[in-house]
Antibody
Framework: EVQLLESGGGLVQPGGSLTLSCAAS????????MIWVRQAPGKGLEWVST??????YSADSVKGRFTISRDDSKNTLYLQMNSLRAEDTAVYFC????????????WGQGTTVTVSS | QSALTQPRSVSGSPGQSVTISCTGT?????????VSWYQQHPGKAPRLMIY???KRPSGVPDRFSGSKSGNTASLTISGLQAEDEADYYC??????????FGGGTKLTVL
């Protein structure tokens, strides 16, 4: 079964750091681009970051603070989040970029990040 | 990276059809045939319903269809069923491996 499982969310103080993980299974992880999408409480979806093989791309709202990375040997995607702000509070989803298509066809269940003092 | 514009809510009775619009710019919706639609039930992960403007992944009922004209894409759900009640989000590729989402539309089945 194709599956993505996020972990690492929690409560962190403003200015703090957190690293999210996304464990992939059931497919050839290394050939897919991977994406982080977040959803603030009661709000819509927001694209955060994309990683292809090594190239990375991030939304202006997180550029310079968040770093997306991957370990293909562990079938795992990461999101290192630094200098966290209250507005980063959200459910963070990892998603698989559909192969050679510009959409996200597999999603994890999400992990919740709360930035608060 | 401005969000795409969707109506906040739409509604329809079982068996009817509804259409949800999604308006962007020439830098996203109008510039690429890479519009996707996602269904999200409360507390759940999004589910891909339409990609490349009008293609359906396997397992998605053919009651769901997509189209695009200029900077506006549309999702039409025909033969509404109770389980279609959910939030729907459009998304467009915006170049350089970036994406933009709409604000979401809450579909109520009356």
């Amino acid at each position: 079964e194709v599956q993505l499982l996020e972990s690492g969310g929690g409560l962190v103080q403003p200015g703090g750091s957190l690293t999210l993980s996304c464990a992939a299974s059931g497919f050839t992880f290394s050939v897919h681009g991977m994406i982080w999408v977040r959803q603030a409480p009661g709000k819509g979806l927001e694209w955060v970051s994309t990683i292809r093989t090594t190239a990375t791309y991030s939304a202006d709202s997180v550029k310079g603070r968040f770093t997306i990375s991957r370990d293909d040997s562990k079938n795992t995607l990461y999101l290192q989040m630094n200098s966290l702000r209250a507005e980063d509070t959200a459910v963070y989803f990892c998603a698989r970029r559909q192969f050679q298509v510009y959409s996200m066809d597999v999603w994890g269940q999400g992990t919740t990040v709360t930035v608060s003092s | 990276q401005s969000a795409l514009t969707q109506p906040r809510s739409v509604s329809g009775s079982p068996g009817q059809s509804v259409t949800i619009s999604c308006t962007g710019t020439s830098s996203d919706v109008g510039g690429y045939n890479y519009v996707s639609w996602y269904q999200q039930h409360p507390g759940k992960a999004p589910r891909l319903m339409i990609y490349d403007v009008s293609k359906r992944p396997s397992g998605v009922p053919d009651r769901f269809s997509g189209s695009k004209s200029g900077n506006t894409a549309s999702l039409t759900i025909s033969g509404l069923q109770a389980e279609d009640e959910a939030d729907y989000y459009c998304s467009s590729y915006a170049g350089s491996y970036t994406w933009v989402f709409g604000g979401g539309t809450k579909l109520t089945v009356l």
